[in-house]
C-alpha cells in the first residue's frame, strides 16, 4: 500500500510531464518521452541504496549532505523520487534512456518534478507564472541538489553572484554613488524580489498590509497618514521618485534636485490633478528645495500641506 501512494502521484506528474514536452518544445518532445515515461506505469523502483553502486561519490559527498537526504526516511524513495523509478535503469546497465535526466527536460518539466515536493512552500507558489520560468529560467539554473556547498538552498553561487550573471543592467545600478548595499551583504535581491514569482511586476514583494517593499525597511513611510501624497498609494509607489536599486542622486532620486522632481507634477495644466505651486514661489533662493517647508512628503498625519 506505502508503494501504491508513491506510484499515483508519480503516474500523474508523467501525463502532466508528457503534455508539457509536446506543447511546449516540439523538437524536444520526440526525444523527451524516454526521460518522462519513466514515472507512468509499468516501471519499478529500485532499492533506496542502490543508486551507491555507481554513483558513490555524488551520493556520499553532496546527497548524503543536503536537505534532498530527508528522502530517504519513512520508506521514501531517495534518488529516485525527482530521477524517477530506477530499476530498468539499473538492468539496463545504467542505461542513461532508462532514467530522468534533467539536461533532456524542459524548463516546465524540471519545475513540475521540483514542485512534487515544494508547491505547498508559499515562497514558490506562484513559480508556474513567474517571469523566470516564462523566460526558460527554471529550478536548475539557480539550485544544484548535488554539487552546492549552500546547505539551506542548495543555490549554484552566492545569491548576489547569481542575480548578476543575467541582470548585469542592475549590476551596474548597484555601482551608482547612491544605492542599496547589496555588494557588501548588507540587503540581498531576495529581501526586496521574490525569485520564484509573486503577483506584481518585476517579481517585487510586498510588506504587511500588501504596502510596498520599501516599508518593510522604511517604516516611518508606510502610513497610512490622515493626509496621504498621492504618489506614494500609486501603483508606482516610492518608484514615482526613486529609483530602487542605485542612483547618481542622494537618497536614490530620480533627478538631482528636489524641485525639478516637485514640478513634474506641480505645473499647472489643463488635465494635471496636482495642485500648481503658488503664485508666490518665484523659484528664487529661498524656495529652491520644497522640502525646506513640506518635510513630511511621504504624508502627515497634521498639515494638508506636509509641513511640519
Known amino acids: 500500500m506505502r508503494r501504491q501512494l508513491w506510484l499515483v502521484p508519480a503516474f500523474c506528474a508523467a501525463v502532466w510531464i508528457s503534455a508539457a514536452a509536446a506543447s511546449n518544445n516540439p523538437q524536444q518532445s520526440s526525444t523527451a518521452p524516454q526521460s ?4 507512468s506505469g509499468g516501471t519499478q523502483y529500485a532499492e533506496t541504496d542502490v543508486c551507491k553502486t555507481c ?3 555524488i551520493w556520499e559527498k553532496h546527497f548524503a549532505l ?5 528522502l530517504l526516511k519513512h520508506d521514501q524513495h531517495g534518488c529516485q523520487a525527482c530521477h524517477g523509478p530506477g530499476q530498468a535503469h539499473v538492468d539496463g546497465g545504467g542505461d542513461p534512456t532508462k532514467i530522468i535526466r534533467f539536461e533532456t527536460l524542459s524548463p516546465a518539466q524540471t519545475a513540475a518534478i521540483c514542485s512534487k515536493c515544494h508547491e505547498a512552500n508559499l515562497e514558490v507558489q506562484n513559480f508556474s507564472k513567474s517571469e523566470h520560468l516564462t523566460n526558460g529560467v527554471t529550478c536548475t539554473n539557480c539550485h544544484d541538489p548535488h554539487n552546492s556547498t549552500d546547505v539551506n538552498f542548495m543555490l549554484v553561487k552566492t545569491q548576489t553572484v547569481l542575480c548578476y550573471s543575467c541582470h548585469s543592467a542592475q549590476r551596474a545600478e548597484f555601482a551608482r554613488p547612491f544605492r542599496h548595499r547589496v555588494d557588501i551583504g548588507l540587503v540581498q535581491c531576495s529581501d526586496c524580489h521574490n525569485p520564484h514569482g509573486t503577483e506584481t511586476g518585476g517579481q517585487v514583494r510586498t510588506a504587511a498590509g500588501q504596502f510596498a517593499v520599501c516599508t518593510k525597511c522604511h517604516t516611518d513611510t508606510m502610513g497610512p497618514f490622515v493626509f496621504e501624497h498621492a504618489p506614494v498609494k500609486t501603483d508606482e509607489s516610492c518608484l514615482s521618485c526613486h529609483t530602487p536599486h542605485g542612483s547618481t ?3 536614490l532620486l530620480q533627478v538631482n534636485n528636489v524641485n525639478f522632481l516637485c514640478l513634474r507634477c506641480h505645473t499647472p495644466n489643463m488635465n494635471g490633478a496636482a495642485p500648481g505651486i503658488p503664485s508666490f514661489h518665484t523659484q528664487s533662493a529661498k524656495y529652491q528645495a520644497c522640502t525646506m517647508c513640506h518635510t513630511q512628503i511621504h504624508g502627515s498625519n497634521f498639515d494638508p ?3 511640519r
Open 305 to 307: 500641506y506636509f509641513f
Open 55 to 57: 554513483h558513490q561519490e
Open 66 to 70: 543536503t536537505p534532498h537526504s530527508a
Open 36 to 39: 518522462a515515461s519513466l514515472l
Open 249 to 251: 542622486n542622494p537618497r
